[in-house]
């Protein structure tokens, strides 16, 4: 009888897959990514040792020792508060405990602080709270703590905000009102992240954390980039990560350009130098999780995506490891198992600089 | 030039996104006397499904569908004299789209609103978050042929399932397909909540609304 292997599916679900199954779910994985991104595919070795690291018979597998990487944290500092709904574990703490238990307890090297409405814009009207939480934190912590949310251009759109929903424009063939929408959207997200940076700085902030930037597509990054240029050029010594929100940057609006690259239609190694030469420290590239295929597929697919993004990119990568990217399945609480080996292959194979 | 050149490009007019070219080239079909729906059918629809194909690969923005779509209606005006009488404007089928209640994850469920509209269905965007009982209504005010229920979290999944008793309880499940997605959603949860099929992305969504409607 053959051996089979204990995996998951991307929806967590448990499967079993002889050596012969991973490996062709880890090529075909492999080869859709290169397909997309027309990037190179592993070498041979490589995909020798993700099937090593998937078939290792350990429940959780670790690093090599000597390539230990950093790991940073987005909203951790509600995690502990945050029930299930919030991605979290629902023990009733403050966000200054939050932020020292990962500090102190779980080994985190950098925190971030945010706002349970994890947006900038919903930061505005409670900043005198969040620079005061800011200050009790830096006296109370040593790893560097930056301010963190996520861009979401969205909440500049109706419902939620002042300008015409471009969905909805679109779905009229305005094509020119849509994109005028999303041009003053990005305006003012990119007036409100730096508004809300420069309170942040004043009250001790080690940097900034753009966390899922693109989400609301091209017009999401382009107003992201400009923040963080104009951050860089305010605060010299400012930190700041910039994370993304997919493996592919949405072309909503299609034609907004940075540095004379058009945003639309990127993946994570197209995004990288554009990310640095806005200025970042760090770069956080993404890749979805399918929850129709094997982890097999899943990691195949994002170690090859993750290898070109770290080989094109200037700054350090922090890939974006957690419930549905990266590889790791899409659950509440992503299983051990899953998490351990994704995150080693990450280390091991993609070469990332820190999770 | 063959049938097949023509269809070719028809079909390549459409992926221009350009009103002008697609135009000029349903004119040309016409002078070769190529039959109106196949001019549709093979030609300009088989276009707009690469346009799909495109989007989803990061090769064509949305703003390219919605032009795509818009050169291809003015394509199929062209043609409408030469259509059998009942096929004229008439719509592939009404759907009824939204996001369930309690997730407001909209982006994805807009584009698949998008690509159903311009693939030629009626298509009634009811928003995000939307309170279950809602799709029911529209369904009947609408008399919609299908249904299609986005959930982006693990934890608002469930309303997918909601959604398909409430049918049921309604009495209306025999009239209505149901076509789940989101990226937690998968063909055995599909299954399992006894939908009628499963999208992984828009212009899939497309293509099973099609299988099943049309
Ligand atoms: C953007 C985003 C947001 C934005 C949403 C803005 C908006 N207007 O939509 C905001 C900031 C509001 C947000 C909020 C939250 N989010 Co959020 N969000 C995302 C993110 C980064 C991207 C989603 C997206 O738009 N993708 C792009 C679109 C194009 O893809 P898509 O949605 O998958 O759609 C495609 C297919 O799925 C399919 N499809 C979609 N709908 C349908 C419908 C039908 C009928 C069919 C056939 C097909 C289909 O076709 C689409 C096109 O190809 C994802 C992570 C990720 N990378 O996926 C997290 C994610 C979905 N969010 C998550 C969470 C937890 C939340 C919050 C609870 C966070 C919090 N703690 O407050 C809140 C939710 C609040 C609520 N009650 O809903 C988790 C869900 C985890 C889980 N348990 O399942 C994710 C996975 C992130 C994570 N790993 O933590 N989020």
Redesign the pocket.
């Known amino acids: 009888m053959t051996t089979e292997y204990k995996l998951r599916m991307g929806d967590g679900k448990r499967i079993f897959m002889t050596k012969e199954q991973i490996v062709a779910d880890l090529k075909e994985g492999m080869a859709d990514a290169a397909d997309l991104g027309s990037i190179p595919d592993l070498s041979a070795d490589e995909i020798d040792k993700l099937v090593d690291i998937i078939t290792m018979p350990s429940r959780m597998v670790g690093v090599e020792q000597g390539m230990e990487v950093p790991v940073t944290h987005d ?1 951790g500092t509600i995690r502990i508060d ?1 029930d299930q ?3 979290g574990v629902g023990i009733p703490s403050s966000r200054l405990v939050g932020a020292m238990m990962h500090e102190r307890a779980f080994g985190a090297d950098t925190m971030e602080l945010g706002h349970i409405d ?2 900038y814009k919903p930061a505005k009207p409670v900043i005198a709270q969040e620079m005061q939480t800011m200050e009790i934190c830096q006296q109370n912590m040593i790893v560097p703590l930056l301010y963190g949310a ?1 861009p ?1 251009m ?1 909440l500049y759109y109706t419902p939620d905000g002042p300008f015409e929903n471009p969905g909805d424009l679109m779905k009229a063939f305005k094509i020119d009102e849509a994109r005028q929408s999303m041009e003053h959207s990005a305006e003012h997200l990119t007036r409100d992240i730096v508004w809300i940076m420069q309170k942040m700085m004043a009250s001790g902030s080690d940097g900034v954390n753009f966390d ?1 930037i693109g ?2 597509g091209d017009g999401d990054m382009y107003a992201s980039l400009h923040a963080i240029e104009a951050l860089r050029k305010q605060f010299p010594d400012i930190y700041i990560e910039a994370g993304m ?2 493996e592919l940057m ?1 072309g909503m609006h299609g034609e907004l350009e940075y540095d004379g690259t058009t945003l639309a239609g990127l993946w994570p190694h197209e995004q990288a130098p554009l990310v640095a030469k806005a200025g970042a420290n760090v770069f956080g590239p ?1 890749v ?1 999780t399918n929850t129709s295929k094997s982890a097999a597929w899943n990691l195949g697919r994002a170690v090859t995506f993750i290898k070109a993004a770290v080989e094109a990119s200037t700054l350090p990568c922090h890939v974006n490891m ?4 990266g590889g790791i399945p ?1 659950l ?1 609480t992503p299983t051990i198992d899953a998490v351990s080996r994704a995150s080693k292959a990450m280390v091991e194979i993609a070469g990332v600089d820190g999770i | 030039m063959s049938k097949e050149e023509m269809f070719k490009e028809l079909s390549d007019a459409v992926v221009t996104c350009k009103k002008d070219v697609v135009i000029a080239a349903v004119e040309k079909a016409k002078g070769e006397g190529i039959p109106a729906p196949e001019i549709i059918e093979k030609g300009l629809a088989a276009g707009m499904n690469e346009v799909g194909v495109r989007f ?1 690969r990061g090769k064509l923005f949305l703003p390219h569908v919605m032009m795509a779509a818009g050169a291809m209606e003015e394509g199929v005006k062209l043609l409408e004299a030469d259509m059998p009488k009942d096929a004229v404007s008439k719509k592939l089928g009404v759907i009824v ?1 939204g996001t369930v209640e ?8 807009a ?2 609103s998008t690509m159903l509209q311009s693939a030629g269905f009626e298509v009634h965007d009811i928003g ?2 939307v309170p279950l009982q809602n799709f029911i209504d529209k369904i009947k005010e609408t008399n919609a042929d299908m249904v ?3 959930a ?5 999944l469930q309303g997918q399932k909601d959604v398909i008793e409430m049918l049921k309880e309604n009495g209306m499940r025999d009239d209505v397909k149901v ?6 959603a998968t063909q055995a949860w599909a299954d399992k909540i006894g939908a009628d099929c ?5 212009s899939e ?1 497309v293509v099973k609304a099609k299988e099943l409607l049309v």
Not at chain 2, 152 to 156: A, K, N, P, R, S
């Open positions: 909203i945050g709904g919030n991605s994890y947006s996520m979401n969205g899922t989400a609301a929100a997919g949405l993404v979805n957690g419930m549905g990217v899409m509440e | 989803e789209n309690g997730d407001v994850h909209d982006i994805g469920k584009i698949v995000r978050d299609g229920l986005s982006l979290m693990t934890t608002t076509m789940v997605g989101g990226a937690p499963y999208a992984e992305n828009a969504a």
